[in-house]
């Protein structure tokens, strides 16, 4: 494997180093920005885990993010949950800008004790920060037997999606999760956004040197733009586009609404039009169902294996090898790059350097 502290910031393509070496960078640098060993190991554990599931974009990259949050004090290390609310079934948390990662794993644990106790478990918070990759979160559930879902917006802020009709960027991309259990098997887990693309998978392209694809953008025209620029210019020349595109955008838009109300909404943080003050009230909507208060948890799981089967067995369309089911492609990539090491973006790897530098930390010593 090639060492990446030796290769050019300039090399276009991707760097390749060994998951250890990255988990460990990570942990120097949040260290140094003074994240406790609790804390640390759990953000460090969910950025690795998006990375090695192919979302880069929600993984490593979120370094020089979260860097960049301590030090302006919109991410707090150390920050408590405090409870706003309880019911034997509900818990509303206010996260006071803690470190997202966090805060999102330890609401998700107290719905699922909820749902353990009672059925169903359900968790609202406010003033929550990025979590990276939703669906590292509703896959341990779900492979304890429960349904999960959870679902975040940013409360109002970075505006970056469409409306339906409209060419201004309104809305948040409003990602959601869902984790779903088998009676055999890895869970189905579906990880959405609600806008064509995310903000991070438009940084990647630009990272790359590539060209958007053809209808992930509109401009202030109403045309669909492939020009990535358009987007990160300020101020914005273009948005996201709906899940769906022009074709189907209302699909995506309506979706976008709903995951608004039930994050911001119900929170208290506010949903998407907000003044920019509110930039960081981000909210999560967590729910946790037990099918065993239901249908039994072993009927549940072995209709889903049922299902997943039949879909499985679907004719092909010519040309495909295989029909999976959303959680598939995910575990296969992460099998590849623990084998094989992770790749990344050299401009992702240089702001890691200099991270790295500015903190003191020496590139050999991880």
Same mark, same amino acid.
């Given at each position: 494997?090639?060492?990446?502290?030796?290769?050019s910031d300039?090399?276009?393509?991707?760097?390749?180093?060994?998951?250890?070496?990255?988990?460990?960078?990570?942990?120097?640098?949040f260290?140094?920005?003074?994240?406790?060993?609790a804390?640390?190991?759990v953000?460090?554990?969910?950025l690795m885990?998006a990375?090695l599931?192919?979302?880069?974009?929600?993984?490593?990259?979120?370094?020089?993010?979260?860097?960049?949050?301590?030090?302006?004090?919109?991410?707090?290390?150390?920050?408590? /949950?405090d409870?706003? =609310?309880? +019911? $034997?079934s509900t818990?509303? %948390?206010?996260?006071?800008? #803690?470190?997202?990662?966090?805060?999102a794993?330890?609401a998700?644990?107290r719905?699922?004790?909820?749902?353990?106790?009672?059925?169903?478990?359900?968790?609202?918070?406010?003033?929550?920060?990025?979590?990276?990759?939703?669906?590292?979160?509703?896959?341990?559930?779900?492979?304890?037997g429960?349904?999960a879902?959870?679902?975040?917006?940013?409360?109002?802020g970075?505006?970056?999606?469409?409306?339906?009709?409209a060419t201004?960027?309104?809305?948040?991309?409003?990602?959601?999760?869902?984790?779903i259990?088998?009676?055999?098997g890895?869970?189905?887990?579906?990880?959405?956004?609600?806008?064509?693309?995310?903000?991070?998978?438009?940084?990647? /392209?630009r990272?790359? =040197?590539? +060209? $958007?694809?053809?209808?992930? %953008?509109?401009?202030?025209? #109403?045309?669909?733009?492939?020009?990535?620029?358009?987007?990160?210019?300020t101020?914005?020349?273009?948005?996201?586009?709906?899940?769906?595109?022009?074709?189907?955008?209302?699909?995506?838009?309506?979706?976008?609404?709903?995951?608004?109300v039930?994050t911001?909404?119900?929170?208290?943080?506010?949903c998407?039009?907000?003044?920019?003050?509110?930039?960081?009230?981000?909210a999560?909507?967590?729910?946790?169902?037990?099918p065993?208060v239901?249908?039994?948890r072993?009927?549940?799981?072995a209709?889903?294996?049922r299902?997943?089967a039949?879909?499985?067995?679907?004719?092909?369309?010519?040309?495909?090898?295989?029909i999976?089911?959303?959680?598939?492609?995910a575990?296969?990539e992460?099998?590849?790059?623990?084998?094989?090491?992770?790749?990344?973006?050299?401009p992702?790897?240089?702001?890691i350097?200099?991270i790295?530098d500015?903190?003191?930390?020496?590139?050999?010593?991880a």
């Amino acid at each position: 494997m090639e060492d990446a502290s030796q290769m050019s910031d300039m090399d276009p393509c991707p760097i390749r180093m060994e998951p250890d070496r990255l988990a460990r960078i990570m942990d120097l640098i949040f260290a140094r920005l003074g994240v406790g060993d609790a804390e640390r190991s759990v953000i460090v554990e969910r950025l690795m885990e998006a990375s090695l599931s192919g979302y880069h974009s929600h993984g490593v990259m979120r370094i020089t993010m979260y860097t960049e949050g301590i030090r302006a004090g919109n991410m707090i290390p150390g920050a408590p /949950l405090d409870v706003l =609310g309880e +019911t $034997v079934s509900t818990v509303h %948390l206010d996260a006071n800008k #803690g470190m997202g990662p966090w805060t999102a794993t330890e609401a998700m644990k107290r719905a699922v004790g909820k749902a353990g106790a009672t059925g169903v478990g359900c968790a609202s918070v406010v003033n929550a920060n990025d979590i990276a990759r939703l669906g590292g979160y509703v896959e341990q559930p779900a492979k304890d037997g429960y349904i999960a879902l959870l679902m975040t917006n940013d409360a109002g802020g970075n505006p970056c999606v469409a409306p339906w009709g409209a060419t201004s960027p309104l809305m948040s991309t409003n990602p959601m999760a869902v984790g779903i259990p088998r009676e055999t098997g890895d869970p189905v887990l579906i990880d959405i956004s609600t806008g064509v693309t995310s903000e991070g998978g438009l940084k990647m /392209l630009r990272n790359k =040197g590539q +060209t $958007v694809p053809d209808g992930w %953008l509109i401009d202030g025209d #109403g045309r669909t733009t492939t020009d990535g620029e358009s987007y990160f210019s300020t101020p914005r020349r273009a948005a996201i586009l709906p899940l769906g595109s022009l074709i189907a955008g209302h699909k995506g838009f309506a979706l976008s609404i709903l995951v608004d109300v039930l994050t911001g909404g119900l929170s208290g943080a506010g949903c998407s039009g907000r003044s920019p003050e509110d930039l960081d009230r981000n909210a999560l909507f967590i729910l946790v169902i037990d099918p065993e208060v239901f249908v039994s948890r072993s009927a549940f799981s072995a209709e889903v294996d049922r299902l997943v089967a039949s879909i499985k067995a679907a004719r092909k369309a010519p040309g495909v090898e295989e029909i999976r089911v959303p959680g598939d492609g995910a575990r296969r990539e992460r099998e590849r790059q623990l084998a094989q090491g992770i790749d990344i973006d050299p401009p992702v790897w240089s702001a890691i350097q200099d991270i790295m530098d500015e903190l003191g930390i020496g590139r050999d010593s991880a």
